[in-house]
């Protein structure tokens, strides 16, 4: 029989097979279809479509996938570096990855969650600085100008229950009272105050879509941003970590991390 190289369906098959072992569940039992996105392709957030055969050099491996116990689901995601992978892009999973678990530990009872929305922006400007893809301007000069906007579109995280992106976000009390997500953050899901015993997803993103970045080609803070750099990062698609935290009334318990380790 002659032998056929696995299609890119067939390695993003075997990448999730092995994951659901791992897990302990069929593809049926998870709450939602996995999304495994190689290179560019972790620019697409909700990516589902595949290439006709596996990338020959890989830059990024990006799996959003969960799982089901009693009626509940997990909704996880974690970034890693290919072989072929740019030093930058390492740092900047890096990076988030450390700024995410602040995030994290930042979410308590009473937290207004559009202020921990705001933070990640906040963060993720910290970084761009700290990494010299933006230079001369401040945190809020560059949170200001849209740009952590075109790199992060979504929100931070959403409620999670029986329903992976579970309802009730804008419910602020018993009497169905809405409060809308703000216009400098139209796709947040969760506009509440943090309570105990709420459990919701922390998952913030750094992705390089030309769409997006392309009205900041010839914005103001154009010569601020190292446009050569972020060129480079476009083969590898996009950074999201993201965890599942249920809300204490003492800070917060982390579902989806060992506490031992923290990793």
């Known amino acids: ?64 996938a969960g799982c ?44 207004d969650f559009i202020l921990l929305h705001r933070r990640m922006h906040d963060l993720l400007a910290a970084l761009l600085i700290e990494l010299g893809l933006v230079k001369a301007m401040t945190i809020e000069a560059c949170v200001a100008s849209g740009l952590t906007r075109a790199l992060c579109p979504h929100g931070l995280g959403h409620s999670l229950g029986l329903q992976t992106h579970d309802v009730a976000g804008f419910q602020q009390d018993a009497t169905g ?4 997500p703000p216009n400098d953050a139209p796709a947040l899901r969760l506009t509440r105050h943090l309570s105990p015993g709420m459990v919701i997803t922390i998952e913030p993103g750094c992705y390089f879509i030309d769409s997006l970045l392309a009205p900041m080609y010839d914005s103001t803070i154009s010569h601020h941003v190292d446009w050569q750099a972020i060129s480079a990062l476009k083969a590898h698609g996009g950074i999201r970590i993201e965890d599942n935290i249920v809300i204490m009334p003492q800070g917060n318990e982390n579902l989806t991390r060992p506490p031992a380790s923290g990793l």
């Open 177 to 180: 009272t809405i409060k809308p």
């Open 68 to 111: 089901s116990f009693a009626g509940y689901s997990a909704d996880i995601t974690r970034t890693w570096c290919g072989p072929s992978a740019h030093p930058l892009f390492s740092e900047m999973v890096q990076g988030i990855e450390h700024y995410q678990q602040r995030l994290v530990s930042e979410a308590q009872a009473g937290m």
């Open 1 to 64: 029989m002659q032998h056929v190289a696995p299609s890119a369906l067939a390695k993003r098959s075997l990448i999730f097979i092995a994951y659901l072992k791992a897990s302990r569940q069929s593809e049926t039992d998870a709450p939602y279809p996995g999304i495994i996105a190689c290179n560019d392709h972790a620019g697409v957030l909700h990516y589902q479509h595949y290439d006709d055969v596996p990338p020959k050099i890989r830059y990024s491996l990006l799996v959003d």
